[in-house]
């Protein structure tokens, strides 16, 4: 149990071009999803808390206009990285948890590499 | 704000040996604490979690530590195997429902 499906697993695009990514909770109902940006061989940075159906709380110095997070419903959450430049480019991770006293579940990321 | 930290950063041990990981957390108002194993371009996957009421939890070969007095908590791997090689994060929060903050990770080989 306790599946996050992440999708795409790997994106190549040119610069100014947007990138969306989805993240799902497959066998149970995320009230919280969360968004980590991970450099490589880095810890992972929390980029923002989604709760469905309200906007997200992003962490200091991420930029809510650049990074736009959805969570349209209790299964899904999107990042939307706008105009994405080189420097964007990075491992981007989603964790989702249920209500209740439980723990974090982690997708398996997306690699993002702009040209 | 939060800061855990995590040693060591690289551990290489022999198959069969033990591997301990240590973290220090500063927020004293922590207690929940999960452990979290990444494989290569693999996302992290919960291992083991303690929260702040329970002293020690095992599960299996892995074990995980908590003295709260020192803030501090270690994930112990006994008879370790090959396919234990992987970065360990731990992680400390103020309860499951609240944010997370990593540690640095610690690269983990275990030599066959």
């Known amino acids: 149990g306790a599946v996050v499906s992440q999708h795409p697993s790997r994106v190549i695009c040119k610069s100014g071009t947007s990138v969306k990514i989805e993240c799902r909770s497959l066998d149970f109902q995320a009230t919280t999803m969360f968004w980590y940006r991970q450099f490589p061989k880095k810890s992972l940075m929390l980029m923002a808390t989604?709760?469905?159906?309200?906007?997200?709380?992003?962490e200091q110095g991420v930029e809510k206009d650049k990074f736009l997070i959805n969570h349209a419903s209790l299964t899904l959450s999107t990042l939307t990285v706008t105009s994405a430049h080189p420097e964007d480019s990075s491992f981007y991770i989603c964790s989702a948890r249920a209500t209740g006293d439980q723990p974090q579940h982690f997708g398996d990321g997306t690699r993002l590499s702009i040209l | 704000g939060e800061n855990v930290e995590q040693h060591p950063s690289t551990l290489s041990v022999q198959e069969g040996d033990s591997a301990v990981i240590k973290c220090t957390y500063s927020d004293s108002a922590s207690n929940y604490f999960p452990w979290y194993k990444q494989e290569l371009g693999k996302g992290p996957q919960l291992i083991i979690d303690i929260r702040s009421n329970v002293g020690e939890k095992k599960d299996q070969r892995i074990a995980v530590t908590l003295n709260k007095t020192a803030k501090h908590f270690s994930l112990h791997i006994t008879e370790t195997q090959p396919e234990d090689s992987a970065v360990y994060f731990c992680a400390a929060s103020r309860d499951s429902s609240y944010k997370l903050i990593f540690g640095s990770g610690t690269r983990l080989l275990v030599r066959p």
């Open positions: 989604s709760n469905e159906g309200s906007k997200a709380t992003y």
